[in-house]
Structures are given as C-alpha cells and as structure tokens.
C-alpha cells in the first residue's frame, strides 16, 4: 500500500478477491511526454502504471500507456502466463535494461526485461514487507521493515550485486523506513513509515557506510526524487489531525525541504498552513504537492512563494489522489474507488487543464516514465 497501513486494508478489502479487470486499449489518450533524443535501449517508451492490487489477493498487475497513446493491459500476466505477480506491488523502478517490481505481501522483487516484461530474475532473500527500491552503479538497495504496524519496530535495508542479483548484506535502521533514494555518490533512506518519524539516511554508495541523518521535523510524510539537482522532503509536524476530517482550527506547520542531492544539506525550507498528503516533481523549478482535494505547486526559485492552486476536486477521501506523479509537462492522477472497483485515472497538464480520464486496474498506486 502506499500510505494506508496493510492492517486497515486487511480488515476493510479481506473478502475482496477480484482480480483487476483489463482496461479498454482503445482509448483517446494524450501522448506521454516526449523523452526527447534518440530510442531508448529497450525500444519501449511511454508510462508504466502499477496496480496494487488488493491486499491478500495476489491481483496486483501492470500496465502500459505507450507513445502511441495506446493502453497495454495486464502486460506482466502476458508475458509471465504462469506467474502470478503477487500481493500488493508497493513500487517499481525503471533502470537500463530492467523494471524491478516491489511485491510487499509476497516479499519479493521481480526484476524483468524493460521491453518485454518477462521475468529475469525473482530476488527473494532476506527480504520481509519490501517497499521501494533504487539502484546504484554496483548494487541494488531495497527498503523492509520488520512490522506493519507504524512504530512498532525499526526497518533494515538489503543490498544486492547489481549483475548477480546475489544478496550481500544488510543494513538495520532503528525506525522503521519507506523511499529511497540513490547517485552515483550517495543513498538517501527515509526513516519514517506512515509519517512515524523524521530523519532521512545519507549512506556511502561505494563502502556501504552509513554516514548521518538528515533531521527533519516529526511526521515526515513523503519525498520526492526528480531530474535535477535536489530532491525534496514534507514533514506535517505541528498537527496530529487527519487529512479527511479537516485541520481548519489546528495550530498547522507544514514544512517542505529542499535537499542537495550532492552534499544532503537542506537548502531551503517553505512553511504552509495545508495538510500535505503527497509530494512530487520532475524538474527542481515546481515541486507539485497534494492535499485531500486539491494539487498545487510551488516555485522553487521564489523563498517566499506561497503555494498555487492547480487542480481541485470534489472528491475528498483517501481513495483521491492515491495515485500522484509529475512525469515532465504531465500530472498523473488516480482515484481508486475504495478498492471495491477499478481505479479511475486522471491526466492534466502542467497548467491544470484535464487531458483525459480512463479506466486503470485495481489500485493504481503509481505511474513510471519510460524513456
């Protein structure tokens, strides 16, 4: 899952066992953004969007939006007839020739072909409720924590030869850790699950050494890696109320951080009064941020610049916004109807102005830009 705990959707999705329903491939989808240059190595460009699936049901799926607009469906179930993909995909992460795909519940990643899809290798070992995943020039670093439940335990991250797969050795944390982050220098570890806790990890790409944290304030709830050269952090510190049941007489102080990639020294810092439920951007100009209802962006060469409103919408529960990513000039957005029924998916522009809507699979949970 992505920000609902495993237990909630345990309880609520349990006897939900249908599998996700294949979209139309028919659709008048706007082009993803244009990469630019020349072919990509695999030959495939587009937009990889992952469905979570429902908890306990192994239904997760792939599917793919490609430069010709085209909705590929199911592609990792055709590509693999015999395998299921597994129970919750958490996240996925698009590097040269592979996709690696986080399965939480099954407790493993598949590593496929990027342009195919078939199955390359299954990396299993030492993995436990695995939930994000980034790779370095020799390694493969993913994130675990040893419970579901928010503060209960602290998280570890296992580390792979990049070309073996083989598993090498691990690295514990005391609080328990969700993204992560990686150049060629540096791998940043956030150490807050469910915005339980408030530091990100700096840890030496080449010796593996864990060097120091990043402190940040309480409830750091999400971050953001884009193209440029800073990522980006929010903690909604000063509150302890929902996003759904409205912060209007709380005393709010919600702090987004701007972090140098090359040194993880926090270089600016914006203070609003909105409770920040995801964080995203592609380039380091606009970093776009979502509350229950509503998408707005910031603009990073302005200290003092308050936030712009983008996008507002009717719906505000948890099922809004579940999924939310800046892929260069296009915001992609899902609504995922409880879990009950197949995600509706949303693009915009860079302006706000809505490009299309389409049916997605169960749960989509995120969007990957194939270049």
């Known amino acids: 899952m992505k920000y609902f705990s495993q237990l909630f959707l345990a309880i609520l999705f349990l006897l939900n066992l ?33 469905n979570e699936g429902n908890f306990r049901s192994a239904n997760a ?31 996925s992460y698009v590097a040269d020739d592979y996709t690696y795909l986080v399965v939480n519940n099954s407790n493993k990643v598949e590593v496929v072909d990027r342009n195919t899809f078939e199955i390359v290798e299954t990396i299993t070992e030492n993995l436990k409720l695995p939930r994000y995943l980034t790779v370095t020039d020799d390694y493969i670093f993913i994130t675990n924590n040893h419970s579901t439940y928010a503060g209960a335990s602290g998280g570890y991250i296992t580390i792979y030869d990049k070309e073996s797969f083989e598993y090498l050795s691990t690295i514990e944390l005391p609080q328990q850790v969700e993204k992560i982050f990686s150049n060629s220098d540096f791998v940043y570890v956030q150490q807050s699950y469910f915005s339980d806790g408030n530091k990100i990890t700096k840890i030496d790409a080449r010796s593996l050494e864990v060097l120091d ?3 940040l304030d309480q409830n750091l709830r999400d971050s953001s890696w884009g193209t440029g050269n800073y990522f980006y952090a929010v903690s909604n510190s000063e509150t302890n109320c929902s996003e759904y049941e409205g912060c209007e ?5 919600i ?25 995203d951007n592609y380039y380091d100009e606009r970093v776009y ?12 060469e302005d200290q003092s610049n308050q936030p712009t409103l983008l996008i507002e919408t009717e719906q505000n529960d948890w ?37 299309n809507t389409f049916e997605g699979g169960r749960g989509v949970n995120d969007f990957y830009l194939y270049k």
């Open 18 to 50: 249908t599998a996700c329903l294949e979209s139309d491939n028919s659709l008048n989808i706007p082009d993803p953004p244009d990469p630019g240059g020349g072919p990509s190595a695999s030959g495939r460009k587009g937009v990889l969007i992952s």
């Open 61 to 91: 799926t792939i599917d793919f939006l490609n430069a010709n607009g085209e909705l590929e469906t199911n592609v990792f179930t055709k590509a693999n007839p015999t395998v299921l993909l597994g129970d919750v995909l958490q996240g």
């Open 213 to 215: 944290d990043i402190d």
């Open 249 to 253: 007489d709380e005393d709010l102080t």
């Open 255 to 279: 702090s987004i951080y701007q972090i140098e990639k090359s040194t993880g020294n926090v270089t600016k810092t914006w203070n609003f009064d909105q409770y920040v439920v995801n964080i």
């Open 289 to 300: 941020f979502t509350t229950s209802n509503a998408v707005y962006y910031i603009n990073t």
């Open 319 to 355: 099922s809004n916004f579940y999924g939310f990513s800046v892929l260069e000039d296009q915001i992609y957005l899902s609504y995922v109807n409880g879990f009950l029924t197949d995600s509706d998916v949303y693009i915009y522009n860079d302006q706000g102005t809505l490009l």
